[in-house]
């Protein structure tokens, strides 16, 4: 079974995909995990990545492919695979089908602005040990303070709402397009995120069985 997962930044992907290799035991593809990879492991597409990389460029789409298909020719994506961060814009998705990577269904993780951007602006960390923390889903015993070492509890930049708005303003123009791209192929599941991650966990499984 080859999936991709799609949503919002701050949409729970990442909890999904740790929740879908536990069940189906199949292999979720990070592409900036795979790209360090490969660049490590002096691939093909790793060397020609590490020369985009290194002049401070993105790496261009058909390099990103290739590294995507050399990952998914290795053993454990025999039965399948979890493509989590790619394809993020139309142009990637298309290229994706023409090198012949098929894909059985695609999930989107649908949440409301207003709820990322509470889930993730209302995210507090340690300065100290780095234990995170949240105002209304994960208070800590004493406002501002860590409970495991006394430390100051911080909002990082990456948390700030203003931050947060920009990269959904960046997804909706970007990456949501790849809804309508997917339906159209007939493979795309929506599921409604909930206040309780198991039970858009349960709403997640039952898409990939139906």
Known sequence: MNLILLGAPGAGKGTQAEKIVEKYNIPAISTGNIIRAA?????????????????????????????IKERLAENDCQAGFILDGFPR?????????????????????????ETVINRISGRR???KCSNSYHLIYKKPKLDGVCDSCGGELVQRKDDESATVKARLDEYHRLTEPLKDFYSKEGILKTVYGQEKVSDTTALVFQAIDE
């Open 89 to 113: 814009t139309i142009p990637q998705a298309q290229a994706l089908k023409d090198m012949g990577v098929n894909i059985d269904k695609v999930i989107n993780i649908e949440v409301d602005d």
């Open 39 to 67: 660049i490590k492991n002096s691939t093909e597409m790793g060397l020609k990545a590490k020369s985009f990389t290194e002049s401070g460029q993105l790496v261009p789409d058909d390099v990103v492919i290739g590294i």
């Open 125 to 127: 960390v340690c300065a």
